[in-house]
């Protein structure tokens, strides 16, 4: 009998020694994994510290500046992009908005900003010819240029313009206004700043576009406008003096657009076709209430986000394939049809340009 007992506590022992050395094992091995997951956890840690250390590094070698030459609606789209390249890229733009429309002006403002330490730029040039002069100086300087709204003439220090193909623009917007007047009739041709490099290229444009079409004429051209109230007068005069034979009326300019735009609501029009340009909210709800045709919009959005971008990869001493390049900023025709969903092709059209630039215009 105690020798069975004793077996049976032998075997008692046994048990509970296997069972003090595997929960033994068990608690090591937990706590090596514990171990190991804190280390890691480590690791990634210190691995997103170092890439925000990096990033914060490289924005750090980016001091960009935009230049404008004075208020005006367009610019308040374009700083739409610039914010939302901070938001994607940790880079802000300082913008600059000048106090007139003379290059002279321009000239005195942007030197400032290079001697303030700005080491990339992007200007909207005030004379195609003039801009270039004041260009060389700061290139010279080892700052890098680029055109955003309006292009310089070739050859340019300039190493890219990303803007609206502004002629091609206005001659869509007047084949539109063509097209809702049944191919005859007259047209209002409405410009706003004359001495703006731009101007003369939309000019051209309505011009060329009208002479081929046999049934249709330009029954007055007006221009040298800015403010809107100024427009409105301008516009109301002209439409008072000329009476029915204005059939159709193309602006290539913001704020006659919106001139326009207010004066044809107010009218509740339904005979005169008209195309503006930009996406100004009165012009948006002309479109909307049937009152105007369409508007031209320039995404400007794609200028303050993607011109930063390339100024960024040229401040890093990346090599462009050519010495300049012209970047069409794609517009679209903003009509009824389209009025909920053309913000959507506008910054689909600036991400895309964002993500092919460095294979599409460096090497």
């Known amino acids: 009998m105690l020798k069975k007992l004793f077996t049976l506590m032998s075997i008692v022992s046994i048990v509970v020694t296997i069972g003090l050395v ?12 514990t171990t190991a997951a804190a280390e890691t956890t480590t690791a990634a840690a210190e691995t997103t510290e170092a890439a925000a250390e990096t990033t914060a590094a490289e924005s750090a070698n980016y001091k960009l500046a935009s230049y404008w030459p004075a208020v005006h609606p367009y610019f308040e789209s374009v700083k739409k992009g610039l914010a939302k390249h901070k938001e994607d890229f940790g880079v802000e733009i300082y913008a600059q908005i000048g106090t007139d429309w003379t290059q002279p002006t321009e000239n005195e403002q942007v030197e400032a900003l290079v001697a303030q330490g700005y080491n990339g730029l992007m200007v909207f040039p005030l004379d195609a010819s003039g801009a270039n002069a004041l260009y060389e100086e700061v290139v010279a300087k080892g700052v890098p240029v680029i055109n955003y709204g309006a292009a310089t003439q070739t050859p340019t220090p300039a190493s890219f313009t ?14 539109k206004v063509i097209e ?13 700043i004359v001495t703006d490099p731009n101007t003369i290229l939309r000019k051209e444009g309505v011009e060329e576009t ?12 007006i221009g040298d406008m800015n403010a809107v109230e100024q427009c409105i007068e301008k516009i109301s005069n002209a439409l008072a003096a000329q009476g029915d034979k204005i059939n159709g009326i193309v602006t290539t300019g913001y704020n006659p657009t919106v001139a326009v ?4 609501s107010e009218m509740k029009n339904d005979k005169i076709a008209f195309v503006g ?5 009165v012009v948006l709800k002309a479109i909307e209430e049937g009152y105007v045709t369409g508007t031209f919009n320039q995404n400007p959005y794609m200028q303050g986000y993607a011109v930063p971008v390339l100024l960024e990869y040229l401040i890093d001493g990346m090599e462009t394939k050519e ?17 909920e969903g053309f913000m959507d092709i506008l910054w689909g059209a600036a991400d895309d340009l964002v993500k092919n630039a460095k294979t599409t215009y460096f090497k």
């Open 277 to 281: 340009i930009d996406d100004d909210p």
């Open 162 to 175: 990303v803007a609206t193909d502004v002629k091609a623009a206005a001659m869509i917007a007047t084949e």
């Open 180 to 192: 809702a007047m049944g191919g005859k009739g007259g047209i209002l041709n409405v410009l706003e």
């Open 210 to 221: 009208v002479a081929k079409y046999p049934d249709v004429t330009i029954v007055q051209t």
């Open 22 to 33: 595997s929960f033994g094992c068990q608690t090591t091995s937990a706590a090596e994994t």
């Open 323 to 339: 010495d300049y390049a012209f970047i069409d900023s794609s517009g679209v025709v903003i009509t009824k049809d389209n009025l």
């Open 261 to 264: 735009a207010t004066i044809l």
